[in-house]
């Protein structure tokens, strides 16, 4: 194993400029990968995503999902298709994951709201056999308890899929102001949460909780702190606070999403700054750095935490959509950097079913 990499305050201060996929990117590299008549460079340390079908039960005023398309000048609805019969969906789940072996890719499964989707148990089902590498999915956990017809309830068939990480969207610890922030349908309460988080621990599934950095709510070291102290208490102990994603002003289209955004973006650099300066004065002493990962359009800091029942991992991320296409233009041969199953069963490079297509 290569010794941990000391702490780069360039990387901090300009991600975009330290992003070298050969040199400093997490995964090193591209493998070349034949997907029908053509071959592709793709990402050495690649995530395949299944986007869930299903329609998120939340309206959270920064969503991401909806994010992505305004990006590229797109409503979520203008892209929206979904293949209806479970059949061919499954079929074709199955292909492209064939099409994807020589990579090997983590798979994460994401939104929409994977925990209200009727497919969800045939999607864990499908990954666990066949061996799908660090599976993870990302919930607004909702649905996490909803009894299945044949006994048992949604968290059984995941966890019996074998996840190796949970990721629990939650803007807030108080869950009046969160669900004033994220507006659930059938919210998931509190003492719900806490029983997610004991029975993926006696599964070995370790949980995360994700945090949006919003002004007014989450947006500095105090609140990180209080948010930390709550996730303890729930039995949590690895915690992600996410900057709102940038885009590229010259491409979005402007909706309440992007105004929301613009208006409410808490800056993570701040805190980070306060975790652990730039310029090597000493830190905050509750935090230890443990690494930073570079990758195409995002950056994340990892710090292990002294939490009030015992460590923690605390990550930070801040993203940028514009940095996927000024990758794409840069290269000659582009390189695929993610694999994205959308709904219509398309399997894209982008979030866009229409933009990058593979298979
Ligand atoms: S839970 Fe996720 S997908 Fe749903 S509205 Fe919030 S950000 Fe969007």
């Given at each position: ?6 702490f ?30 053509r ?21 959270c005023?920064?969503c ?155 947006d ?24 709102l ?21 808490a800056?993570?650099?701040?805190i ?6 730039s ?12 690494r ?6 995002y ?14 991992r ?38 866009q ?7």
């Amino acid at each position: 194993m290569s010794p941990p990499r000391p702490f780069e305050p360039g990387w901090r201060a300009d991600p975009r400029g330290a992003f070298d996929l050969d040199r400093t990117a997490t995964g090193a590299g591209t493998v070349p990968v034949r997907i029908g008549d053509r071959t592709h460079r793709v990402y050495r340390n690649a995530n395949f995503s299944v986007y869930s079908a299903q329609t998120c039960n939340a309206r959270c005023p920064f969503c991401v999902e909806e994010l992505r398309p305004l990006s590229r000048g797109l409503e979520l609805l203008d892209q929206r298709r979904v293949e209806p019969d479970d059949g061919r969906y499954f079929a074709r789940l199955e292909a492209a994951l064939d099409a994807v072996t020589p990579v090997d890719p983590s798979v994460s499964i994401t939104g929409g709201e994977p925990s209200i989707d009727p497919r969800l148990p045939g999607i864990v089902d499908l990954l666990a056999r066949r061996g799908a590498r660090k599976r993870t999915m990302t919930t607004n956990a909702s649905g996490l308890l909803r009894p299945l017809p044949g006994g048992g309830d949604v968290l059984d068939r995941v966890l019996a899929a074998g996840l190796e990480h949970l990721n629990i969207s939650r803007a807030h610890p108080d869950f009046a102001i969160n669900q004033r922030i994220m507006g659930v349908d059938g919210p998931i309460p509190d003492a719900g949460l806490a029983e997610v988080a004991r029975r993926c621990a006696d599964a070995g599934v370790r949980v995360r909780l994700s945090c949006a950095l919003l002004t007014g709510r989450i947006d500095d070291l105090d609140g990180c702190l209080r948010y930390l102290e709550q996730a303890a208490a729930w039995g949590v102990e690895d915690v992600i606070f996410r900057q709102l994603m940038r885009y590229d002003p010259a491409t979005v289209q402007r909706n309440h999403i992007t105004r929301y955004s613009d208006r409410h973006r808490a800056s993570m650099r701040p805190i980070l700054e306060a975790i652990h300066p730039s310029d090597g004065a000493p830190g905050h002493d509750r935090f230890t750095f443990v690494r930073q990962v570079l990758g195409y359009y995002y950056y994340v800091e990892v710090y292990r935490f002294a939490g009030p029942r015992g460590p923690m991992r605390v990550c930070f991320e801040g993203a940028d959509l514009a940095d996927v296409q000024r990758d794409a233009e840069r290269r000659a041969q582009p390189v695929v950097h993610e694999l994205v199953f959308h709904p219509d069963t398309t399997l894209s490079s982008t979030w866009q079913p229409w933009d990058g297509i593979l298979l």
